[in-house]
């Protein structure tokens, strides 16, 4: 056998850990896997059910068009014109490694026909031993806090676990349960306030089919829609996220978590519909009152859990990044931009204020490069692996057309009034005078008078430039900011 080389001396501190000897619950980021996995069970059986209940949901809306089409219609595009931006939210509150669109939709589906169309039938038949066992009377008032709560958080869970059996890597952080059985419980709020929006025209006699359901979408998506499916299940969708992905922890002690989050939805749920305080809230500014005391404690408590959930990201996105920290590939101040999406926003805005919309542009380009950094670091890229190098080299060429990108033309500042006027300060440099502009086309520059080679940047129109010299076509120009560059001086316009 030939003899082994000596082993490795210690990597020196600015090495980045590989993810098994940074922490043992690192998640695999970048690995991503799409809904349709065929050679899952997992996914026939989501297929199955899907086109099942589907029959049963589709029959219901068809029965809701036929005898209040107006009220129907108008129900549709409300809640459309309120699921689309909340679904993009949840999305986005993913801060690093976003859920396929596919599985997103899938959650969906789960949620607005699989569930439904199982808790219409699982909730009559339960309702209705119910009113033999205690009472018509008992069930009509208990019946949907006894009932409700269990069936449709148990059938809502199912979803939570079935995305995680069709695509088991992308449960692999706390949030991504959250984010799951948020869009499950989004999906299944839309469905279920249509028949209520139905309810509510049938109640008013008919006549008006537009009025009954604006003033119950107004009721039970915008003031209290926070309260109901969304929280219920964003909460137990954690507690599933945190059983398969803390497996560090003792089993038992996941076991606890999940069951004790599955337990707190399904009792914010029973409290939601139980005739508790109902009477007495009435009385106290009603369904805000109602929200405030009914729903208010599980949902700053969801918060808590999502925001801990967030911070966990931020110390796993730092280790995957430790290795670049105050390199030109991530600077410090990048590294906590990246950490929130108003920070990131704020440096998008900062850098269009600066450099123009391709300014913008370019550093959201920056942004999603260092994510995707750290998501080759996940996958278990070492410092010298290909993927990891060619990825800095991408981030350093974005930053480099940034750099070259000269700041957006500043107002000439009005002269200084002759009482105002001090002494002469000593001889400096000649002040940066604009005599070009870019055409409205834009145009390429390079860093040097070779058409060859590939262009630095792609100047904005509008910007301004000063020429410092020309050889031939070839034009020599500065920026506002020092930028230099070289472009097609026949296609610069006169300033002026």
Known sequence: MAQQPPP??????????????????????????????????????????????????????????QIFPAGWIFSIVLLTLYVVPVAIAIW????????????????????????????????TAFLEALAKLAGPNFAQTWGSAIVAPPVEETLKYLGVVMIFLVARTEIDDL????????????????????QYFIQAVAGAGGADQIGPVFGMFLLRSIMVGAY??????????????????????????????????????????????SPLLTELLAGFGGIVMFGLIKGLPFLGFLVLLVVLAHRRERRWFSTY???????????????????????????????GQRKGPQGARLIGQLQREQINLAMIHARGGGDDDPNVIAQRERIRTIRTQLNALPDAAQPVAAAMPAQQAVAPAAPTAPAWTPTHVVPATGMAAWDAPDPSRPPLVTLAPGVQLSI???????????GSNGWTGWVDGRLLGPLG
């Open 92 to 123: 986005l509150l993913d801060l690093f490694e976003r859920e396929p669109i596919s599985l997103v939709l899938a959650a969906f589906l789960w949620g607005g026909v699989v569930s439904i169309g199982l808790a219409v039938t699982v909730n």
């Open 321 to 351: 990044t430790a290795a670049d920290v105050g390199t030109d590939v991530l600077t410090e101040q990048e590294l906590a931009e990246l950490g929130g999406l108003r920070s990131r926003w704020s440096a998008r805005r900062k850098m």
């Open 8 to 65: 490795p001396a210690a990597p020196p501190p600015t090495m980045m850990p590989t993810p098994a000897e940074a922490a043992p619950a690192l998640p695999r980021w970048g690995v991503q896997m799409g809904f349709f996995q065929r050679r899952q069970p997992a996914f026939w059986l989501f297929v199955v059910l899907l086109v099942f209940t589907t029959l049963t949901v589709v029959t219901e809306q068809l029965f809701y068009l």
């Open 175 to 194: 949030f991504d349960g959250f984010v799951y059985g948020a869009i499950i419980g989004l999906g299944f709020a839309a469905v279920e306030n249509v």
């Open 228 to 273: 109901m499916h969304v929280l219920w299940t964003g909460l137990t969708g954690l507690g599933f996220a945190y059983y398969v992905t803390q497996r560090h922890e003792p089993r038992q002690k996941r076991l606890l978590v999940a069951a004790g989050l599955f337990v707190l939805g399904v009792v914010a749920h029973f409290i939601w519909n």
């Open 468 to 478: 410092m010299e020309q050889q031939g076509a070839w034009a020599h120009v500065m």
